[in-house]
């Protein structure tokens, strides 16, 4: 089994590689998920984002950001923030969903607990990424974003 600490009571809080960002996530993460997509590992410049999925109207961020409007093949746009100084990508909205923040697990100024609770594109995972064996594993985008917060909850309760 998965080794997995418990998850803090929020406030949970965060910020970029220089501090120009920072944010405060005052609930619970929905869910905790690695996207293992090729334009994610492009926009991350590591193998896979991870992401806690969140209420956007828990999630507040301050400092300047830079928007890159990012169009899936799919037609989803995604508007991603990164610090306007440093460039760290800090968090993004799906412009058709604007009830969820998506924000960058590493950003997390405490990491220990963002532990994946669902991979999604796992047909594209770089070799040596490691997947719990109570995560789901999805191929392609799931059709339904409630599968992944069924998963956080399954584990997490
Ligand atoms: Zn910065
Ligand atoms: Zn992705």
Redesign the pocket.
């Known amino acids: 089994m998965t080794a997995r600490p418990p998850i803090p009571a929020p406030p949970y809080q965060g910020?970029?590689?220089?501090?120009?960002?920072r944010w405060t996530l005052t609930a619970r993460p929905r869910a905790i998920n690695a996207c293992h997509c090729q334009a994610c590992k492009k926009q991350s410049g590591a193998t896979n984002i991870l992401a806690l999925i969140a209420p956007a109207e828990a999630f507040t961020a301050t400092?300047a950001t830079h928007t890159y409007r990012k169009t899936a093949e799919s037609g989803r746009q995604l508007d991603v923030q990164r610090?306007?100084?440093?460039?760290?990508r800090?968090f993004h909205h799906n412009l058709a969903n604007a009830a969820l923040v998506f924000i960058a697990a590493g950003t997390l100024d405490d990491t220990s607990w963002a532990i994946p609770t669902s991979h999604i594109w796992v047909e594209c995972i770089s070799p040596g990424v490691v997947m719990q064996d109570d995560a789901i594993k999805v191929v392609g985008q799931p059709e339904d974003r409630a599968m992944l917060m069924d998963a956080f909850t399954k584990v997490y309760g």
């Open positions: 910020g970029c590689l220089c501090g120009q960002v400092g610090c306007a100084h440093c460039g760290t800090v």
